[in-house]
């Protein structure tokens, strides 16, 4: 069942990743500005003529749902680290060991490949980097790459989305 959304994930290990991005807080009804985000990050890289070196991302802090708000960034990697404003942050990717998985399809399944890749890893006696802050399960890298471009490929069906989640320092391997 795994190859109809996904590929089989695998463990690898990553280095630490600069990026700029805008912190939100926003729930499933509000994705469209999320969304919106991407194109915002990318103007604001090409006016301070800074290459993207990946392809933009969201990184989930708390995972929220149709009433409660996710606390995420959407980012965009960067050769080195920057400085941002306001409005734009500069961090980084963590280093590590990450399971990865590819989601291929519309963006509205990728819960399934999520789900799959969550209980594939329990299978695997893996543990997730994230600790707990009263009721918030705080993700210290939980990552969705987005490999397809929109304007290059309009039909959501045919999208590939990367799943990331580094694992805790105990599993690196």
Do not use: C
């Not at 969705?144 to 490929?153: G, N």
């Amino acid at each position: 069942m795994i190859k109809k959304y996904m590929t089989e994930p695998i463990i690898e290990k990553r280095i630490e990743q600069p990026y700029v991005g805008i912190p939100i807080y926003a729930t499933l009804l509000d994705w469209d500005k999320v969304n919106a985000l991407i194109s915002e990050i990318f103007d604001w890289l090409d006016r301070k003529d800074i290459e993207p070196v990946g392809p933009p991302f969201y990184r989930y802090w708390v995972i929220g749902g149709i009433d409660e708000n996710y606390e995420l960034e959407v980012g965009v990697p960067v050769e080195r680290m920057v400085t941002g404003n306001s409005r734009i942050i500069a961090s980084s990717i963590p280093g590590g060991s990450y399971v990865t998985a590819k989601h291929r399809g519309h963006p509205d399944l990728l819960e399934y490949s999520l789900e799959v890749l969550e209980q594939w890893s329990k299978r695997e006696e893996l543990e997730f980097d994230k600790r707990w802050e009263g009721e918030d399960e705080i993700w210290t890298g939980r990552f969705e790459f987005y490999l397809t471009d929109p304007d290059e490929e309009p039909d959501l069906d045919k999208w590939e989305i990367e799943i990331a989640f580094l694992l805790m320092r105990d599993d690196a391997a």
